[in-house]
């Protein structure tokens, strides 16, 4: 029987989470990543906190206002662990407007892109800002007065608002000290002046620059005293009871609108707000002092992000590559069912191409022997080529079966659309199973070939996604070996149809069998260590938070395995703690690739079990979810996952960081005399440099 473990050897979550944007963050911070990079780093820190705050806070306060007294696993209440995430949060945004205004801002200028402030304006400029704003910001701007007939407005989240300080009365006589200016959506948050106007080669003006300049011109006879940028961030967690609703997806979408006016949980301010104003926003919604973030600077950052399209400067952005298609399918036309027939294909993205995929299906879909595609969808974005296919193959009367995850986050809109359109064409469009998210990643073709019908399957570790397979380390396998086609059938069936579920093959199965089976191979290398045999673990995630699998990863330590685990995220494990994780190490690599992939190696008696998954160790990955974890079979793809999956991360000793035992990360110290970067090693071993015309 598993060994009870105490809260103090556990760690929290939320402020795992927030330990991992200060690594992001530290990427904005190091000089030897280009400049443009640097600034995408900053921004990317500000959308995660985005979601943290509307996912993750959110969920807190909400269990606080619920009288919720009851301890995460780490031993902490809701109302204990906020508390450490308002002061480390406030601490992590002020780290970050301190970057952005003493090195980034300054060193962007230095190369010719500024961000040019109102109090620097020159009279051409000027004169350029104020014909941009009557132009294009005045006709769709709605200013509006606080009185008792215009009461204070919906202000939707994450949007930018002005509030406005007033003095005078206004045509009809009113008084009001105070008015309210929200900026469409519609209008960009940074605009590029002509250079020859901002006298440098990109020179871009703030949007609240430009109405703080003119917002005199709203009320009109009247004293603006003060205006102010604001931003309001509100719960974003869906909520839609899956035992009660008959219909999901209408569910769902009547559900949608509501997100973007949840209850505030985070209020943005510039800092010379006055504390009158502060008072008043954080009184309309509900917040309290804990809540409010001044910030020296646009109180969204994340809108910067599209600054680097906007600058054509590739000596301050990462080097371009042409990812590479495995030799076998380099040809143009290569016929991907005999490819997969010769042998199973391994694709590691984003060093090798997502294009295979995309291949494969649109094969699938002009192929007459082709007779039935089935996949599923958690996110592939709003435009794309897998989707498109799907669409002509069932207008071609092919059977196309589709499992969309209506419940996946801030992408339910997305596939409502595309389910909608799979339906129209006459496609099968489930939605999975209720109370559990198809997180699965799985595509399979039924051809016929001799008079039978043959299998083949795709399975992933990322999402069917084109744009993210360029950004996100990924591992997909091509198979059509039996055994794992059956499982995959298996899996389909349980999702469109009704019924026990069966003993699969190879695979393992959340919410079924892929929990036990990790328990089982950690305990297994537990008792090869007690027998004095070699035992090694090796896993990668990005995220790890299941208790009772940190449990049997701590006896394991205790019974000798060596453990390695590479966790991109957040890890409730407490590593190279004495008389209980020694021999466990923990480390986080943060590079220009978001590192996405699952990987679990169990030494298993020197037979190398490899496996790939969709599933991170979390509670909602084996208990609520439906995932599928799949072996690597073939020896040579074994030890290609082996060497580019994880030695190369263990090796690593420029973006890889160390985690101690209280949770927190010291970056790899680079003492040898060769530079180790996991990320640039794939890139020159499988990734090709564009041709001269750069392409």
Known sequence: MARKFSPQQFLNRELGQLEFNQRVLAQAEDTTIPLLERLKYLCIVSSNLDEFFEIRVAGLKEQIKLGSVVASVDGMTAKQTLKLVRDQAHRLIERQYQLFNTDLVPALA??????????????????????????????????????????????????????????????????????????????????????????????????????????????????????????????????????????????????????????????????????????????????????????????????????????????????????????????????????????????????????????????????????????????????????????????????????????????????????????????HVVYGVVGHKT??????????????????????????????????????????????????????????????????NHLWQSPFTLHSEILRAIQNETRLAREGKRAHIIAKMNALLEPETIGALYEASQAGVKIDLIVRGVCALRPGVKGLSENIRVRSVIGRFLEHSRIFYFCNDLRHDVYLASADWMDRNFFRRIEVCFPVLDKKLKKRVLDEGLK??????????????????????????????AQEGLLKQLAALPDKTGN
């Not at 193959?393 to 997305?414: C, S, Y």
């Not at 299998?455 to 091509?478: E, Q």
């Not at 960081?657 to 680079?670: L, S, V």
Request: charge should be neutral.
């Open 439 to 504: 997180h699965a990643k799985m595509l399979m073709v039924v051809r016929r070939e001799e008079g039978k019908l043959r299998r083949y399957v795709h399975l992933g570790t990322g999402n069917y996604h084109p744009r993210t397979a360029r950004l996100y380390t990924d591992f997909g396998l091509f198979t059509c070996n039996e055994e794992v086609c059956a499982d995959v059938n298996e899996v389909f069936s349980q999702l469109t149809s009704l019924g026990k579920a069966r003993k699969l």
């Open 110 to 427: 230095s190369q010719g892109i500024k961000f040019i402030r109102r109090t620097h304006w020159n009279e051409a400029q000027q004169a350029w800002v104020k014909d941009f704003f009557f132009r294009e910001v005045m006709p769709v701007l709605t200013p509006i007065g606080l009185d008792p007939a215009h009461p204070f407005p919906r202000v939707h989240n994450k949007s930018l608002n002005f509030a406005v300080e007033l003095q005078g009365k206004d045509a009809f006589g009113r008084n009001s000290a105070r008015a309210i200016v929200q900026a469409p959506r519609v209008l960009p948050r940074t605009i590029l002046m002509p250079p020859e106007i901002s006298g440098c080669e990109h020179g871009f003006v703030f949007l609240s620059s430009i109405l703080h300049a003119h917002v005199g011109e709203l009320f009109a006879g009247m004293e603006v005293l003060g205006c102010y940028q604001f931003r309001v961030t509100r719960n974003s967690d869906l909520f839609v009871d899956e035992e009660e609703v008959k219909n999901l997806r209408l569910s769902l979408q009547g559900e949608l609108p509501h997100r973007h006016f949840g209850d505030a949980v985070r209020l943005e301010i510039a800092d010379n707000c006055s504390p009158q104003v502060a008072e008043l926003l954080m009184r309309e919604f509900n917040l309290a002092p804990e809540d409010l973030y001044r910030v020296h600077g646009p109180v969204n950052l994340v809108r910067l992000m599209e600054i680097p399209g906007l600058v054509a400067r590739d000596d301050l952005k990462f080097t371009p590559f042409m990812p590479s298609i495995p030799t076998g399918l380099q040809k143009k036309g290569a016929d991907m069912f005999k490819a997969i027939r010769k042998g199973d294909v391994l694709l590691h993205h984003p060093f090798q191409s997502f294009k295979p995929v995309i291949d494969f299906i649109q094969q699938a879909t002009s192929d007459p022997d082709v007779v039935a595609i089935k996949q599923t969808v958690y996110r592939t974005g709003v435009d794309s080529a897998l989707m498109e296919a799907l669409i002509g193959a069932a207008q071609r009367g092919k059977e196309v079966t589709v499992v969309v995850e209506l419940l996946a986050r801030f992408d339910e809109e997305a596939n409502i659309n595309w389910a909608n359109r799979l339906e129209q064409v006459g496609a």
């Open 648 to 677: 190369a991360y263990l090796q690593d000793n420029c973006q890889a960081w160390d985690m101690d035992g209280d949770g927190h990360y010291r970056r790899k110290a680079t003492r040898r005399a060769t530079r180790t970067c």
